[in-house]
């Protein structure tokens, strides 16, 4: 910026900081808690000890970071760059069944017909593996597909829905139709992803047996670490001139044009870079879960997405990632104390938050502190 000529009496503005004094202590203990307090709490204090942090939360807490990665990944396009997607569903699942044909591998003759191949392949009488499966017994090839088979489709997609200037609530549909039109696809049992029953039984990962607490918390370890560099990721996306040209689109499409920027660039990379980041939450989620299968494509998963950003505060960040904590750990304690009233409290969850609270938990709580402080 020294270069550039400058006008007297115009003072450009400093470029502000990724996080502020107190963000990075509150980042600092997220990162102390994810990666010191809980493994100690659950495999070094005994489990009779009041702060035994117990297996089932150790996976349930793991498989809600899962989530709140794909709330964030949601406010990134959603959020600051006003495009709702709801199918964000299939890129999650699409990262899992990455995960799950790489652990199906690694069963070996461990599962039930003591073949190399898949029980539900030997069970629908495939004898070898199809092509799509070729490069599932290589960990390292695992992790770029799981970057790379999501980006595709999204980038592929999003190319020809951006240029075709489809917005609004009609992308939004596509977007619908997209992840149903998967899941009927992943159903069917010639396609090789184990139709409706999807990939399970897993035994080990890299060897080691996926069971035992020390990987049970390897897992937990890594989900809670990816989670916290995504909010990195996206908080330093949103502050760069990249995530303000986003947010000039959201605001302003056509004004932003006529200011010499093409939207297409961006909406596509921001499109892209949320679904891998669901990619990547979807491959983490699965060996945490042990399953996967095509009910994570279906619409209502997609939806779901959409409602933990609007309930944490969509276009704030730290929203989402309360909101994805909050309604699913309603969802874990109401499915099992009131299960037939789960899906009536969220929808009425919905409702309240879009009537009275348009910016979410996170908003309403920064108007209390407003009001507080006036």
């Known amino acids: 910026m020294s270069g550039l000529p400058q006008t007297p009496g115009v003072v450009l503005p400093q470029r502000a900081p990724l996080l502020t004094r107190a963000g990075w202590s509150a980042f600092l203990v997220a990162l102390l808690v994810v990666g010191a307090l809980a493994p100690v709490l659950n495999l070094v204090v005994?489990?009779?000890?009041?702060?035994?942090?117990?297996?089932?939360?150790?996976?349930?807490?793991?498989?809600?970071?899962?989530?709140?990665?794909?709330?964030?990944?949601?406010?990134?396009?959603?959020?600051?760059s006003g495009i709702l997607s709801l199918g964000h569903?299939?890129?999650?699942?699409?990262?899992?069944?990455?995960m799950g044909m790489y652990l199906m591998r690694?069963?070996?003759?461990?599962?039930?017909?003591?073949?190399?191949?898949?029980?539900?392949?030997?069970?629908?009488?495939?004898?070898?593996?199809?092509?799509?499966?070729?490069?599932?017994d290589s960990f390292l090839a695992t992790l770029?597909?799981?970057v790379l088979v999501p980006g595709g489709v999204a980038f592929v997609f999003g190319y020809f829905a951006f240029r075709s200037r489809i917005k609004g609530v009609y992308?939004?549909?596509?977007?619908?139709?997209?992840?149903?039109?998967?899941?009927?696809?992943?159903?069917?049992?010639?396609?090789?992803?184990?139709?409706?029953?999807?990939?399970?039984?897993?035994?080990?990962?890299?060897g080691i047996a996926i069971a035992t607490p020390?990987?049970?918390?390897?897992?937990?370890?890594?989900?809670?670490?990816?989670?916290?560099?995504?909010?990195?990721?996206?908080?330093?996306?949103?502050?760069?001139?990249?995530?303000?040209?986003?947010?000039?689109?959201?605001?302003?499409?056509?004004?932003?044009?006529?200011?010499?920027?093409?939207?297409?660039?961006?909406?596509?990379?921001?499109?892209?870079?949320?679904?891998?980041?669901?990619?990547?939450?979807?491959?983490?989620?699965?060996?945490?879960v042990g399953i996967i299968n095509p009910s994570e494509m279906s619409p209502a998963n997609s939806i779901e997405i959409a409602i933990w950003a609007a309930v944490g505060g969509r276009g704030t960040l730290i929203g989402p990632i309360v909101g994805a904590f909050l309604v699913n750990g309603a969802k874990s304690w109401l499915t099992v104390t009131f299960p037939e009233f789960w899906l009536y409290v969220l929808g009425a969850l919905f409702i309240a938050?879009?009537?009275?609270?348009?910016?979410g938990v996170v908003g309403l709580l920064k108007k209390l502190k407003k009001g507080g402080a006036a």
């Open 214 to 288: 020390q990987m049970r918390m390897v897992l937990f370890v890594l989900t809670g670490l990816t989670l916290l560099g995504c909010f990195l990721l996206a908080r330093w996306l949103v502050r760069s001139k990249f995530g303000r040209v986003l947010q000039a689109i959201r605001d302003a499409e056509n004004r932003t044009m006529f200011c010499g920027y093409d939207p297409l660039p961006y909406k596509l990379a921001i499109w892209t870079i949320s679904a891998v980041m669901c990619g990547v939450a979807g491959a983490l989620y699965v060996p945490q």
């Open 144 to 146: 770029c597909l799981i």
């Open 171 to 206: 992308f939004s549909i596509i977007t619908q139709a997209l992840t149903y039109a998967a899941l009927l696809l992943f159903f069917r049992n010639e396609t090789g992803f184990g139709g409706n029953n999807g990939f399970t039984d897993f035994k080990r990962i890299l």
């Open 46 to 80: 005994p489990p009779d000890s009041p702060l035994h942090l117990s297996d089932y939360l150790v996976s349930l807490i793991g498989k809600i970071m899962c989530y709140a990665i794909c709330a964030l990944a949601m406010d990134l396009i959603w959020g600051y």
């Open 89 to 98: 569903g299939l890129f999650f699942a699409l990262g899992g069944y990455m």
């Open 353 to 359: 938050v879009t009537l009275f609270m348009p910016q």
């Open 106 to 136: 690694q069963i070996g003759r461990d599962g039930q017909y003591q073949s190399d191949l898949p029980d539900f392949m030997v069970f629908l009488d495939w004898k070898e593996l199809p092509w799509h499966w070729a490069l599932s």
